[in-house]
């Protein structure tokens, strides 16, 4: 049965950038309506990675400590195995932080301790299950959004409206915003291999001749990411399991004992890397923000908490006004005025990291360092830029969003 609801703000996506934007909303007073396709949040594909900026922001809102208590890893170095040789890529002890570390959590811990946070306020709603599957106009305003739930339909009408839906954004879509593709050489298979108590020491990345895996300790299992060619699943499947076998173990050989878990395709997952961004992010009524606005590849592990800027920004700069009434384009404009360029400049950083790095197109022997690792390793102090780079990122954002409660 078709019903209405109406209310401040709604907004699609309960990802990072939705969840934390509506935690904000809520805690300045704004009615706020956040709406999740899923029945919960649990996806082992989404990135883990808490950074500095993140932790930061948690204990600006005060929010640290009982954060910190969740089960989590703690990185302070990050390293990675280049052609054979361990180099050390990013130190963040020295950063002007309270957490001198990227803390690692399943992003579902994450996304469920701050949902349960933001539960706290009488003005946030989250409703889980309810897909919006239109936008809703008037005179050349969006002005709310239609929703699919396990119950019908339902139209929720609102003075703004966020696209948070990640990188295939419906918001986006339907509001035909324009998106500017950059175009990425890599997809990612991501599988699990179980973890015996004599493992190593969690190793980031592992660098071979042009090939790139990746293991995330989830305590008790490793979560394997490894990069392929964009487009070649299909000639991979066609060698066989066995020869993806041998390729995982050549890069990590303590692995060889259980790289036979995967025997069947089903057990691995591709996912597709793409970096895009809109040209504008927003229209009358309406504003994109993460991924919706500009996807992200895992490069650096940055795009949750760029996503999470983003709300903070959208935040500091709606939230009063939006507490008495509809905001502006011009307003909405200011947003993406703010989280361009840091924006731009994340996007930089991972198509060179994909050019020269991952990919190693510019390297000449699959044996070498790449020139950039090689600085890395030889002058320890240039691992504090990396460090700064990831941990905070340029133009870090502090809570400036009134608190009602
Ligand atoms: C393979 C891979 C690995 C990555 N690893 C990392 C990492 O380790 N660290 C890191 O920081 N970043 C990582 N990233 C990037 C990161 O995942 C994204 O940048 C980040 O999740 C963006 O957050 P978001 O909230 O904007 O969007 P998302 O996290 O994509 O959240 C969007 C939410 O909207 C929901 N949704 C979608 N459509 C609708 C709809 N129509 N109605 C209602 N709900 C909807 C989705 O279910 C989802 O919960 C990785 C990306 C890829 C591709």
Known sequence: MDEKLQTRCVIAGGGPAGIMAGYLFARAGVPVIVLEKHADF???????????????????????DEFLKQSHQEVRELRAVVNGQAVPIANFKKLPTHCKFIAFMPQWDFLNFLSTHAKEFPSFRLLMQHEVVDLLFEHQRTVGVRVKTPGGELEIHADLIIGADGRHSIVQAHAGLERQE???????????????????????????????????????????????PKG????????????????????????RNRAAELDDWSKIKLLTVQINRLRHWCCEGL????????????AGGVGINLAIQDAVATANLLAGKLRTGPV???DLRKVQARREWPTRLIQAMQVFVHRHVVTGQTSQRKDSLPLVVRLLKWFPVLRQLPARFIGIGPRPEHFRSPNTV
């Open 232 to 255: 070649g699943f299909d000639a991979i499947k066609a060698r066989g399991l066995q020869q993806l076998h041998n390729d995982i173990v050549g890069f990590a050989g303590f692995l």
């Open 182 to 228: 950059f175009g990425v050489a890599i997809d990612v298979l991501w599988m699990h291999l179980s973890k015996k108590q004599d493992d190593p020491q969690q190793t980031l990345g592992f660098f071979q001749g042009g090939k790139l895996l990746v293991l995330l300790d989830r305590g008790e299992y490793w979560q394997c990411g490894f990069v392929i």
């Open 287 to 298: 504003l994109c923000i993460g991924d919706s606005a500009h996807a992200m590849s895992p």
């Open 42 to 64: 649990f996806r082992d594909f989404r990135g883990d990675t808490i950074h500095p900026s993140t932790l930061e922001l948690m204990y600006e809102l005060g929010l640290l």
């Open 328 to 330: 502006s384009l011009d």
